[in-house]
C-alpha cells in the first residue's frame, strides 16, 4: 500500500498523466476535506484527474489539515471513499471502530459515528481524519 501526503500528491500533478487510465475514463474519483463545518474553512480536493489519485491508494491527510483537523467531507459523485484515524490507511483498533465509510457528503463530522460491521462505534469523526482512500462504485 502507498502512502501519500497530499503535498505529494499535488506535485506529482505537475506529471503527464495517461490517458487511458481507467479511473480517468469513469469519471472523477476523490473528496474534499475541509477544516470546519459545511465545507468552510481551508478546503482541499483530491482527484484522479487533478492529482493523479489512484483508487485504494492511500492518501496522508497533510500538515496543515492534520494540524487543524478535518470537519466536513464530501467524496466525489461516484466515490466510495473510506476515512482512517490512522495515518495509514488501516483501522487497528480492537473493534473495527477506526475508520468511516462514505458516497455522500458529511456535513458536520459531529454527527457521525466510526462504522464498523455492527454500527456500535461510539465517538465522532470530527478533527480525527488522519488519512483516506476511495474507490469508484
Same mark, same amino acid.
Given at each position: 500500500?502507498?502512502?501519500?501526503? %497530499? ?7 505537475? %506529471?503527464? /498523466? ?13 473528496? /474534499?476535506?475541509?477544516?470546519? $463545518?459545511? *465545507?468552510? &474553512? ?6 484522479? %484527474?487533478?492529482?493523479?489519485? /489512484? ?10 489539515? !492534520?494540524?487543524?483537523? %478535518? ?20 483501522? *487497528?483498533?480492537?473493534?473495527?471502530? &477506526?475508520?468511516?465509510? !462514505? ?8 454527527? $457521525? ?13 470530527? /478533527? ?10
Amino acid at each position: 500500500m502507498q502512502l501519500m501526503s %497530499v503535498l505529494t500528491v499535488l506535485a506529482a500533478s505537475k %506529471v503527464a /498523466k495517461r490517458t487511458n487510465d481507467l479511473v480517468t475514463r469513469d469519471g472523477l474519483l476523490g473528496s /474534499k476535506l475541509c477544516t470546519d $463545518v459545511n *465545507f468552510t &474553512g481551508n478546503c482541499e480536493t483530491i482527484t484522479n %484527474v487533478a492529482n493523479g489519485l /489512484k483508487p485504494n491508494q492511500c492518501i496522508l491527510v497533510d500538515s496543515y489539515l !492534520a494540524t487543524k483537523g %478535518v470537519s466536513s467531507i464530501q467524496p466525489l459523485e461516484r466515490s466510495w471513499c473510506t476515512y482512517y484515524l490512522s495515518d495509514n490507511c488501516q483501522d *487497528f483498533t480492537w473493534d473495527n471502530c &477506526g475508520h468511516y465509510d !462514505a458516497t455522500s457528503p458529511i456535513a458536520d463530522l459531529t454527527t $457521525v459515528n466510526p462504522t464498523n460491521s455492527n454500527h456500535q462505534c461510539g465517538g465522532d469523526m470530527d /478533527k480525527k481524519i488522519a488519512s483516506f482512500m476511495c474507490r469508484p462504485f
